[in-house]
């Protein structure tokens, strides 16, 4: 299985926002969003993503397929931290396979710093992904706060993987087969 995680260029933004519709539509279930009078749940972040240098949109693939999508920006709930994973979205059919903590380490070693992942207090299976990909990640050298103020309700990862090397080794290759 080739993965493959991508920075998205302006001509992906309705790549991203066609998936942003399914991504949004399985948080339906967690989080009290509705549609639209146009039946869709729309993102209005979506085009800071090409115009903020703060935020970056990726596209993922696997086998040359559309799988999914990051986005990370440096908008994070506490202070001390400076990079975040807003969105993170990867189609169910690529689920349980590997795909999305792939698809994390990439994004990890991408952008050296201290990290905060949130995931809102409902979302159960958001939450046991991202402490095993952490976990994974940073060999358990993380910390875990649960904010419940007038911003996030729920628990946030903290790691900072700035000046480590030991980090390198727990991520998989940009390839696998399984």
Known sequence: MKIEVSPAAIDDK???QRMMELYQYDLSEFEASD????????YSYLDHYWKEKARHPF????DNKLAGFVL??????????EWS?????IMRKYRRRGVGKVV???IFESFRGKWEVQQT??????QHFWRKTIAEYTGGQYLETNLHNELWRGPVQC????????????MPGQSRRQ
């Open 14 to 16: 309705a790549l991203i």
């Open 121 to 126: 207090a409902a979302n159960a299976p958001a």
């Open 159 to 170: 790691f900072d993987n700035s000046n480590s090397i030991s980090f390198t080794n727990a």
């Open 35 to 42: 549609v639209d009078s146009h039946g869709c749940f729309g």
């Open 59 to 62: 596209i993922v693939r696997v």
């Open 104 to 106: 994390a380490f990439h």
């Open 85 to 89: 994973i807003a969105e993170f979205f």
């Open 72 to 81: 990370v920006n440096r908008h994070t709930y506490l202070p001390e931290n």
